[in-house]
T-cell receptor, first 112, second 113 residues
Framework: DAGVIQSPRHEVTEMGQEVTLRCKPI?????LFWYRQTMMRGLELLIY????????DSGMPEDRFSAKMPNASFSTLKIQPSEPRDSAVYFC??????????FGQGTRLTVV | KQEVTQIPAALSVPEGENLVLNCSFT??????LQWFRQDPGKGLTSLLL?????REQTSGRLNASLDKSSGRSTLYIAASQPGDSATYLC????????????FGTGTRLTVIP
C-alpha cells in the first residue's frame, strides 16, 4: 500500500477563497482522522470518521470548516471562506480501531 | 481530558550517545501509546506502538517502555546518529470517549556529528 495520500502538498490561496484538501486512507482502514498542526497549538484533532460516518467533529473550529467522506477511499476537508489564521499543516491519518495510526505527508496551507 | 506532556522540549547530544525521551499522560485508561518521528516539513512516521498490556517494545536501536499505572513512557535511542535528528512525538489512544490520539508537543532532537 502506498500509505495515506494527501493532496495537494502545498496550497496558497487568498483570504475568502474556498480551499479543499483531499485524503486517500490506507485500504481496509475504517477510521480516518483530520488533524491540524501549528507551532502555537501543536497537533489538534479536527474530526474523525468511522466507516465513512463522522463520529466526532468537536475539534472543527468553525462553521467555515466541513469534512466529508463519501466512500471508504476518499475524504475531503473544506474551508469556506478561508482566513489567514487557517494557515497550518493539515494531516490526514487512518487506522483500524485502537491500532497503529498512519499519517499522510500533510498539506501546507497558506492563506494570504 | 487527557493531557500528554513531553520533556524536554529540545535536546542536543553528540553522535554516539544513548538518550532517553520522556512522555507522561494524565489518564491511564489507554489502549496503547504510539511514538512518532517528524522531520521538518514532513509528515509523522510511526516508530513504535505499545499496547496497554505491554511493558516495552523494540525496533532496531529504539526501545520504548510503558508504565501505564504511573502514566509514563520513555523512548530510548541507542548509539544516536545525526540521521536521528527530528522531532519525536508520543500519542496515547484513550479507552474512553473518542477513538483518537492525544498528542504531546514533542521533543526536538539534534544529534551533533
Amino acid at each position: 500500500d502506498a500509505g495515506v495520500i494527501q493532496s495537494p502538498r502545498h496550497e496558497v490561496t487568498e483570504m475568502g477563497q474556498e480551499v479543499t484538501l483531499r485524503c486517500k486512507p490506507i485500504s481496509g482502514h475504517d477510521y480516518l482522522f483530520w488533524y491540524r498542526q501549528t507551532m502555537m497549538r501543536g497537533l489538534e484533532l479536527l474530526i474523525y470518521f468511522n466507516n465513512n460516518v463522522p463520529i466526532d467533529d468537536s475539534g472543527m473550529p468553525e462553521d467555515r470548516f466541513s469534512a466529508k467522506m463519501p466512500n471508504a477511499s476518499f475524504s475531503t476537508l473544506k474551508i469556506q471562506p478561508s482566513e489567514p489564521r487557517d494557515s497550518a499543516v493539515y494531516f490526514c491519518a487512518s487506522s483500524l480501531k485502537n491500532t497503529e495510526a498512519f499519517f499522510g505527508q500533510g498539506t501546507r496551507l497558506t492563506v494570504v | 481530558k487527557q493531557e500528554v506532556t513531553q520533556i524536554p522540549a529540545a535536546l542536543s547530544v553528540p553522535e554516539g550517545e544513548n538518550l532517553v525521551l520522556n512522555c507522561s499522560f494524565t489518564d491511564s485508561a489507554i489502549y496503547n501509546l504510539q511514538w512518532f518521528r517528524q522531520d521538518p516539513g514532513k509528515g509523522l512516521t510511526s516508530l513504535l506502538l505499545i499496547q496497554s498490556s505491554q511493558r516495552e517494545q523494540t525496533s532496531g536501536r529504539l526501545n520504548a517502555s510503558l508504565d501505564k499505572s504511573s502514566g509514563r513512557s520513555t523512548l530510548y535511542i541507542a548509539a544516536s546518529q545525526p540521521g536521528d535528528s527530528a522531532t519525536y512525538l508520543c500519542a496515547v489512544h484513550q479507552q474512553t470517549g473518542a477513538n483518537n490520539l492525544f498528542f504531546g508537543t514533542g521533543t526536538r532532537l539534534t544529534v551533533i556529528p
